[in-house]
Each structure stands twice: as C-alpha cells, then as structure tokens.
C-alpha cells in the first residue's frame, strides 16, 4: 500500500474554472479560480478605502474563489493569513491569483514593430 | 470576423503593437494623442474602475488576434483574454500602460519639433498667456503642435511651486494689459 496521499483529479474544475492555483497545506488540498475583472475592480476600491483591512480583503477573496477545500479554508487562513494575503518577502495566494490574471508573473509579452 | 494583413494595419497606423498573451497574440494599433489624453484623464479621475476604463481602452485600439490560418479581427477573442487575463490590459503594467506611453513618447517628440520652430521666438507674457491657453485647449483634447508647446512651457512653469506662483502672475498681467 502506499503512502502517498492519492492526487486529485482536478480535469473537472479545470474544465469548468480555467487555470486554476493549487495549494497544500497541513496535507489539505485547497484549488482557487481566477478572479475576475469585476472582482479585482472590487477589490482595489475596497482596499483603496480602507488600506488597513487589505489582508481581510485579499483573504476574504481568495475564500470567495476557493473552489476545492473550502471547508478547510476559514480553520487555514485563521493559522496562516499570510499564506493566503502573502507580504513583501512571500508571495500569498492572491499573488498567484494576481499573476493568473496578468497571464502568468512576467505579465504579457509586448512588442511596437 | 475580417482577416487582417499586418502590412497593411501598419501602413495605415504606423506602428503596431503585438501582444503575447499565453502563446496567443493579439495586435493593436497605436493610440492617439487626444485618445491617450482623455483615458488619463478618466483613469486619474476614477481610480476605482481603472481596471475597467483601461480595458475599454485598449478594446478601442484593438485590431486583431492570432488565428490558425492569420490574424483575424474578432472582439469575441479580445473579450475573452480580458476576461481571462484582464490584468494583462491594465494601465499600471499592461497592454494600456504600453500603449500610454507610446502615446506619451510620440507627445514629447512632438513637442520637441514644436519647442524648435518656436525657438528664437520672443518669449513676453503675452506670449506666456497664449501658452495658457493653448495648453487649456490642449486639455480639452486638441493636441496641436502649438498646443503641446504651451504645454511643456507651462509644465515647466509648474514644476516649481515659485514657478507656478511667477507663471500666474505673469498671466495675469498679460490677461490685465490685454484687457487694459
């Protein structure tokens, strides 16, 4: 018998999400989808009015986009905010998610000819 | 969906802007002076839906997307990559932000071309209040060679608070001897 946590099969919510951003954490699998036009516009308002709730905000996003081990989510981000918010040194899973939506961490590649 | 020849989308717009988006690429034209003008304005204006004001923006300049057999122009795909990706479009490090400062680059040789004609030119306080209003007119949206001269001119004024005080008064002499 092995060990090893069997993978998940993420061919379904990628078929319904996209690119989704996966992370584990005390062996609990979470899978976020992309945030959308509209809920980054939300969030930069929100976070425009008040700066000192950014990492409420970003968290509370990336609970609102968590699409597999939800139920895991509020217990996590309570022990390791700064996984999900992330900070100036670590990257947090709205940073995954920023990236997503900038089309990967370099953002696009452009060129004036 | 029209295909597109890129030979001729830069022969009618001079410059085109290729965008690679995820092995995808996209095509823009350049945007113009008054274009570039008013969504600065609008992103300055409304930080809060800048993220949306920048999309519209680049959709305007949008001209095609990599098809199979081309370039084919088609805003369904556009719509698609900035539902997607929409921060791939945005003015703080995207497509708009590029095609901001494009636009801002052809503004600055512009006014240089236009600072040499004018040089030699006396240079009095009615002059400076002609700046003024060029530059009030360059607001609005007109982006006239004489305009953008005003501009810088007074942009130079403005860069210093002493400057900016010395600027006024002279306009308003200018406007005061006009009217005397």
């Not at chain 1, 990336?62 to 022990?79: P, Q, T």
Request: glycine fraction near 8%.
């Amino acid at each position: 018998m092995s060990d090893e946590t069997p993978r998940y099969d993420f061919g379904p919510l990628k078929a319904k999400y996209g690119d989704l951003i996966v992370i584990e954490l005390e062996g609990k699998t979470l899978a976020f989808k992309r945030l959308t036009k509209a809920q980054l516009t939300q969030m930069k308002t929100q976070i425009n009015k008040k700066p000192d709730l950014v990492i409420d905000i970003t968290i509370n996003s990336c609970e609102f986009n968590c699409v597999l081990g939800s139920e895991h989510f509020k217990d996590l981000a309570d022990r390791y905010p700064l996984a999900f918010c992330g900070n100036e040194d670590t990257k947090g899973v709205i940073d995954a998610l920023m990236d997503l939506a900038r089309g990967g961490a370099a953002g696009p590649s452009i060129r004036v000819e | 969906m029209p295909a597109i020849d890129l030979d001729d989308a830069r022969a009618e717009h001079g410059r085109l802007i290729r965008v690679d988006l995820r092995g995808r690429e996209y095509v823009f034209r350049p945007m113009a002076l008054d274009e570039a003008q008013r969504v600065a304005e609008r992103l300055d204006a409304a930080p809060e839906v800048a993220l949306s004001t920048a999309i519209a923006a680049v959709r305007e300049c949008y001209l095609a997307t990599q098809v199979d057999d081309g370039y084919r122009s088609d805003t369904a795909l556009f719509e698609e990559a900035a539902e997607n990706f929409p921060l791939a479009f945005s003015a703080e490090r995207g497509v708009c932000a590029r095609l901001l400062r494009l636009a801002s680059e052809q503004l600055a040789d512009q006014v240089k071309e236009a600072i040499s004609r004018w040089r030699g030119s006396e240079r009095q306080l009615g002059s400076i209040a002609e700046d003024l209003l060029a530059f009030k007119e360059h607001q609005g949206g007109q982006a006239s060679a004489k305009a953008l001269a005003g501009a810088l001119h007074v942009a130079e004024g403005l860069d210093t608070l002493k400057g900016l005080y010395k600027l006024h008064l002279s306009f308003m002499r200018a406007l005061g001897k006009r009217r005397g």
